[in-house]
């Protein structure tokens, strides 16, 4: 058992919420009692009711169904029409005993926008292992096909890849031929989040990690890139060169030489015959 797992273990959450509280600690006090009231909106499966039509509640630099119902909670006198009283105080009543286990000192003030980077990346470390990418209007993750729930921020941007949990939706319906009730699974992802490559790469996530390789593709040179996250290969593209970044450029720009002073290679370029009519 890591040092982590350790810690993990002592806390009366699931595995899930407990990594989000670890990398939440990297933070000051507001992100990890930001992270505690999005831990205890897990465990009660969501503070909103019925009401709640998922819609952005405000210019955060993140679109995430946790972060979401972590404003309604901030806003509770504002948004109370939209949220589950006894949900509600259920979360409550969890997020005091969390406070208690860890002995967090109190925390006057909200999240601050400046903070928000080191909350949502410990939300997505929390849901590393459920990367779920689009295709068509669905999701997928392996061979498990879903939909983004309706009540998601998500669910009309629909970006190319999310993270969330899976849920099933049984619902019951009369079958119009026989007039028989029948049950309907619906296969949804909920308290989704929006993930891009942009994000791994600027947040840095816990288990995520990439692998570059400068390639000749056509005569071209290109960088051969491998993105992982919760261990899994989410994605593998050629592109060209990021010539903005500075590391990088030295990189493909020593490959290109080493390349390029291989006899065999210099021979075929067009420009060493330019150079040897000149000489």
């Known amino acids: 058992v890591t040092e982590d797992g350790n810690k993990m273990a002592e806390l009366p959450v699931s595995l899930r919420s407990s990594r989000l509280l670890l990398e939440?600690?990297?933070?000051?006090?507001?992100?990890?009692?930001?992270?505690?009231?999005?831990?205890?909106?897990l465990e009660t499966k969501g503070i909103a009711n019925k009401e709640y039509t998922g819609e952005k509640l405000a210019n955060i630099p993140y679109n995430s169904d946790l972060l979401n119902q972590l404003l309604l909670w901030q806003s509770y006198k504002i948004?109370?029409?939209?949220?589950?009283?006894?949900?509600?105080?259920?979360?409550?009543?969890?997020?005091?005993?969390?406070?208690?286990?860890?002995?967090?000192?109190?925390?006057?003030?909200?999240?601050?926008?400046?903070?928000?980077?080191t909350l949502f990346r410990a939300i997505l470390s929390a849901f590393a292992d459920e990367v779920h990418i689009k295709g068509g209007d669905e999701y997928q993750r392996e061979n498990d096909i879903r939909q983004l729930d309706r009540s998601s921020v998500l669910f009309q941007i629909k970006p190319e890849m999310v993270v969330g949990l899976p849920f099933d939706l049984v619902i019951n319906r009369e079958n119009r031929d026989t007039a028989e009730t029948e049950q309907m699974l619906i296969p949804l992802i909920t308290?989704?989040?929006?993930?891009?490559?942009?994000?791994?790469?600027?947040?840095?996530?816990?288990?995520?990690?990439?692998?570059?390789?400068?390639?000749?593709?056509?005569?071209?040179?290109?960088?051969?890139?491998?993105?992982?996250?919760?261990?899994r290969l989410i994605q593998d593209v050629t592109t060209s060169p990021k010539w903005e970044d500075q590391k990088e450029k030295q990189s493909v720009i020593q490959e290109a030489l080493k390349w390029y002073e291989i006899e065999e290679n210099k021979n075929n370029y067009p420009c060493t015959q330019k150079l040897k009519k000149v000489a």
């Open 24 to 41: 939440a600690q990297k933070g000051n006090p507001q992100v990890v009692d930001s992270a505690l009231k999005c831990m205890a909106i």
């Open 79 to 117: 948004y109370k029409k939209l949220i589950s009283h006894k949900k509600f105080t259920l979360a409550q009543e969890i997020y005091r005993e969390l406070k208690k286990r860890i002995k967090l000192p109190p925390v006057k003030k909200n999240i601050s926008l400046k903070d928000m980077d």
């Open 191 to 231: 308290f989704a989040s929006e993930l891009s490559l942009t994000h791994l790469d600027t947040l840095s996530p816990f288990s995520y990690y990439k692998n570059e390789r400068i390639i000749l593709d056509n005569k071209k040179i290109c960088v051969h890139r491998q993105y992982y996250f919760g261990g």
